[in-house]
């Protein structure tokens, strides 16, 4: 089985950066691509950013493109999210994802195993 667990959430005033990791542990073979999702209050979970196992493949929602950047250190077992000229709609509980296939996954049913959550929360 695998878990994963999110860090580097926090407080970051508009235009600031900040870097997200999500360490996986337990059968890290099965992990194939990886992503993260959002929600803030109110609204559903929508997608972020997606990579595949090798990080040579990385996929982007339009409102982050130009901003994120996702990236993985498998020797790790850990995935990233920088990101950058962080706006107060950018406030939500971020979430990373595994699954055991690979291909351009932008869904949350395409997943299989769920962090926690962190709370990044961007002010003006």
């Known amino acids: 089985q695998v878990q994963l667990v999110e860090s580097g959430g926090g407080l970051v005033q508009a235009g600031g950066s900040l870097r997200l990791s999500c360490a996986a542990s337990?059968?890290?073979?099965?992990?194939?691509?990886m992503g993260w999702f959002r929600q803030a209050p109110g609204k559903e979970r929508e997608f972020v950013a997606t990579i595949n196992w090798s990080g040579a493949s990385t996929y982007y929602a339009d409102s982050v493109k130009g901003r994120f950047t996702i990236s993985r250190d498998n020797a790790k077992n850990t995935i990233y999210l920088q990101m950058n000229s962080l706006k107060p709609e950018d406030t939500a509980v971020y979430c990373c994802?595994?699954?055991?296939?690979?291909?351009?996954?932008?869904?949350?049913?395409?997943?299989?195993?769920w962090g926690q959550g962190t709370q990044v929360t961007v002010s003006s």
């Open positions: 994802a595994a699954r055991d296939t690979t291909g351009v996954a932008t869904t949350s049913r395409q997943y299989d195993v």
């Open positions: 337990g059968d890290t073979f099965r992990i194939y691509d």
